[in-house]
């Protein structure tokens, strides 16, 4: 019984763990234009006050998107900096619910 009560442990903490589900712009995506808004969404709760996200370009450049403090609790919505054409990554960081710290990447591309 009790291997079983640590089984059953495991896909709960797996759950509190923060995945991004879905992301604007989008992993990938060739943009016709530079975004103005950058939109997360996650699978639970993340702290907004403790979340960053940073553009980087080509030749290293970070630029900080300024991240908004409302909006739903699953969701990080932050004003996109002024981003010139080309190939951007876009880092983010949360920090989840469970107390983890959880960071992704994705690049994205800015039409010329
Ligand atoms: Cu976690």
């Given at each position: 019984?009790?291997?079983?009560?640590?089984?059953?442990?495991?896909?709960?903490?797996v759950?509190?763990h923060?995945?991004?589900?879905?992301?604007?712009?989008?992993?990938?995506?060739?943009?016709?234009?530079?975004?103005?808004?950058i939109?997360?969404?996650?699978?639970?709760?993340?702290?907004?006050?403790?979340?960053?996200?940073?553009?980087?370009?080509?030749?290293?450049?970070?630029?900080?998107?300024?991240?908004?403090?409302?909006?739903?609790?699953?969701r990080?919505n932050?004003?996109?900096?002024a981003?010139?054409?080309?190939?951007?990554?876009?880092?983010?960081?949360?920090?989840?619910?469970?107390?983890?710290?959880v960071?992704?990447?994705?690049?994205?591309?800015?039409?010329?």
């Amino acid at each position: 019984m009790l291997l079983g009560a640590l089984l059953a442990l495991v896909p709960a903490t797996v759950a509190a763990h923060s995945l991004l589900l879905e992301a604007t712009p989008a992993a990938d995506a060739l943009l016709s234009g530079p975004p103005t808004e950058i939109a997360l969404r996650f699978n639970n709760r993340v702290e907004k006050r403790l979340c960053t996200i940073l553009l980087v370009d080509t030749r290293g450049e970070r630029l900080r998107a300024e991240v908004r403090a409302d909006g739903p609790a699953d969701r990080v919505n932050a004003v996109a900096p002024a981003l010139g054409p080309g190939t951007w990554r876009l880092e983010w960081r949360v920090l989840s619910t469970d107390g983890h710290v959880v960071t992704g990447r994705f690049s994205f591309r800015v039409a010329p």
